[in-house]
């Protein structure tokens, strides 16, 4: 039987024609029509905001911090429950990370430790640059109440929606209400481009300037004026190709990994110890991936018990990002809280959440799961059985 992946890539019928144009017409570095377009596309997804196609959603965050400021000896407030690109470029740019712990209702970044830790440090005289909101999973951070905390404080928010394309926050697409946002197309994010970011600004500027140190910070003269530092951090027109294509399936894949979530959901209705992830009220959660907690002793076995169990079967699962407080490479930053995100790591399981995925497959990820917990407690059974009369406790 094939491997069942836990988010694959999705073509749809359009990427093909794109990219053959692209090497048809010779277009394929980085620029081109296929760029354009891509770019058109995206910006009407985001309220017909500017933006650039870069090479990945961290070339987008990295340039996306230099576009707020941030440089040595800075903070940035950053979710620490989230996947290391939200961070790492924090580190690029000399400045500091100051992690933040999640709250329950949508496992993003609490408004309250922001708050706390925004008023610690005006304390002190000394802001952070910038606050790095995630929206983990494709669920929407809690938006209305961290954008008061941070306008409180004048700090800027940077929205890094790399796995919330399609997710809404009261009706609109996340990643359309900070200065700067920040999207990926990672062969495991809901739509890919192979490999791919976008940045996305409210001020036409910004994208102009994020474009100019994507592309080597070239200043206009024949023979290449630098005034500043460049990144190579374009989107090739051929992969734009791939992009375009995507776009047009947008909400197909929304409705597919949604769909999937609920499945699992109510196939797993009977079972105790085992819960989707929170559905918040304030928006449309894409599901993204389908995740779980998973309760041990009403279950009948681990989280890490379940991902054997699907290994063996040829599944990949995963537990949930392990928090960047708890990470060894970023053991000397601060945090702020951490047990919520610690407790989510130690009991979430990602399951396979492909849109591709075939409904025989999601049957067989279920079938497994439920026989290890049935497995487990037949065990937990024959064992209590086995005791000699006299012996039972
Ligand atoms: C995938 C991801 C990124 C990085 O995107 P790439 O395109 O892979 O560089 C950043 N932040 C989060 C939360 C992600 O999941």
Not at 96 to 122: C, G, H, I, Q, Y
Not at 304 to 326: F, N, S, T
């Amino acid at each position: 039987m094939a491997k069942i992946w836990l988010s694959a890539p999705h073509l749809g019928t359009l990427e093909e024609s794109y990219v053959r144009e692209a090497i048809a017409t010779n277009w394929v570095s980085t620029v081109g029509p296929n760029l354009e377009a891509f770019e058109r596309s995206f910006s009407e997804i985001v309220g017909g905001l500017p933006c650039v196609a870069l090479a990945s959603g961290t070339a987008a965050l990295h340039l996306g911090l230099k576009l707020l400021g941030v440089t040595r000896g800075d903070e940035v407030l950053c979710a620490s429950l989230t996947f290391a690109a939200s961070a790492n470029p924090i580190v690029y740019e000399g400045a500091a990370p100051v992690f933040v712990d999640s709250e329950r209702t949508s496992w993003n970044m609490d408004p309250d430790l922001v708050a706390e830790a925004l008023e610690a440090r005006a304390k002190k005289g000394k802001l952070p640059r910038a606050v790095v909101v995630v929206h983990l999973y494709g669920q929407s951070a809690d938006l209305d109440r961290l954008e008061r905390v941070c306008a409180r404080y004048d700090v800027p928010i940077l929205e890094d929606a790399a796995e919330a394309l399609g997710t809404h926050y009261e009706g609109t697409q996340v990643g359309t209400r900070a200065p700067v946002s920040i999207f990926s197309f990672n062969g495991n994010k809901i739509l890919t481009t192979s490999g791919g970011g976008m940045l996305v600004a409210k001020d036409r500027a910004m994208v102009d300037k994020a474009r100019f140190w994507s592309t080597q910070a070239r200043e206009p003269a024949v023979h290449y004026e630098h005034k500043e530092i460049g990144y190579n951090y374009r989107l090739s027109n051929v992969l734009a190709g791939i992009g375009r294509g995507q776009l047009a399936v947008l909400e197909d894949r929304v409705a597919a990994r949604r769909a999937i979530a609920f499945r699992y959901r109510d196939a797993f209705a009977d079972v105790a110890g085992l819960e989707l992830m929170p559905q918040a009220p304030w928006g449309r959660h894409t599901n993204w991936l389908s995740v779980f907690l998973v309760d041990e002793s009403a279950f009948g076995a681990s989280r890490d018990e379940i991902l054997a169990g699907l290994a063996k079967e040829d599944i990949e699962a995963r537990p949930v990002w392990k928090p960047m407080h708890m990470q060894p490479v970023f053991a000397s930053a601060a945090c702020v809280g951490g047990a919520v995100a610690a407790d989510l790591f130690a009991r979430g399981i990602c399951f396979p959440s492909s849109s591709n995925l075939a409904a025989e497959d999601q049957d067989r990820v279920i079938d497994v799961v439920r026989r290890v917990a049935k497995g487990k407690r037949r065990a937990a059974a024959a064992a209590t059985a086995a005791l000699p009369v006299g012996d039972a406790p």
